[in-house]
C-alpha cells in the first residue's frame, strides 16, 4: 500500500467503531494524522490506543450536532497537526420505522446528528480546508438514493448528505476544496446506532436477513475506507460534487423477478 497521505491530517467524525474505524486506519496507514471524535469516551480512549500503534492519531470527545463541540474539534486539529487536509462526515444515527410512523423526537434525533452535524463540520472546516487545499467526503447512504420504507427519516436524511456535498462542493470549488460523498449498501455488520422507536438498539447482527448484491456478497468497512481514501486522494482532484455508490450494484436497477 502506497502512502498517498504522508504529512496530511485527517478528521474522521464517528471514528471509534464500524465504517470510521476502518476509514481511520486506512488513513493512518497511508502516512496521515487522524482525529477522530465520538461521544463514548471510553470507546474513543479505546479506538485511539489501539489505532496510534499505526501512527498518530487522537481522539476528542464530541457531539456531532454541537456547534461548541465542532469548535473545538476544529480547533483541537489545528494544536494537534497544524491544521487540516480532509475532513470525513461520518458520525450517524439510524432508525428502522416508516416515516409515518416516526416520532417527533426521532425525528429530530436523526436530523441533528445525521444533517445538522455533518453541516457543522463542513462549514466549520471549510476555511482550515481553504488553507491547504485540502477536501472532505461525506459519509451518506445508498438509502439516500433509493428510499428504503423501513427507514424513513434515515432516508430522508441521506438524501440531505447528498445535497449538502454537492452544494460545498459548489462553494468549496471557489476556494480549491473538493466536497464528495459516498453512499455504503448493505455493510457488514450493520450500523451500531440503528434503533428501534423509542431509543431501542437494534442487534447489529441482522445482517444475514438483507437480500444478497448482484456482485454475490455484502459489503465490508475496507470496502467503503477504500472508496473514501480514494476520493480524498490526490487521483480524485478533478472529482468534485461527486456521489459513489459502494453497494455491491444493489441500486443498479431491478433484479430479475
Known sequence: MGRRFEGRSVIVTGGTSGIGLQIATCFLKEGASVLITGRDREKGKDAETRLSSLGPCSFISADASSADDVASVMEQVVALYGGLDVLVNNAGVGLVAPISETSEDDWDRIMDVNVKGYFLHARAALPLLAERKGCMVHVASDAGVIGERMAGAYSVSKAAVIMLSRMFALDGGLLGVRSNCVCPGDTIPGMKHMTLPGGEIR????????????????????????????????????CNGAVLLVDGGMRAGFPDR
Open 203 to 238: 442487534p447489529a447482527d441482522h445482517w444475514h436477513e438483507w437480500p444478497l448484491p448482484p456482485i454475490g456478497r455484502y459489503g465490508t468497512a475496507e470496502d467503503v475506507a477504500s472508496a473514501v481514501a480514494f476520493l480524498a486522494s490526490d487521483e480524485a482532484g478533478f
